[in-house]
C-alpha cells in the first residue's frame, strides 16, 4: 500500500493544485460577470450584497 501511495503521490499534489485553483477562478469570473453586467445577469439578483462578499471571501 505504501508502494502505490508514493507511486501515485505527484497526482495527488498535481489534483490539489488544479482543484485549488478552480476554486480560486471561478469566483472571480462570477464577480467578474455580476459586476460587469449589473442588469443584464440574474448573478446576485435576490441578495446582491451577499453575493458580493461571499465571491470576494
Known sequence: MAERTAQYSDQLNNVSVVYNIYRIVLPL??????????GITQLGAVAP????????A
Do not use: K
Not at 469570473?29 to 460587469?36: G, I
Not at 450584497?49 to 470576494?56: G, Q, Y
Open 29 to 38: 469570473v462570477l464577480l467578474v460577470t455580476y459586476l460587469s453586467s449589473p
Open 49 to 56: 450584497t451577499l453575493f458580493v462578499l461571499v465571491s470576494t
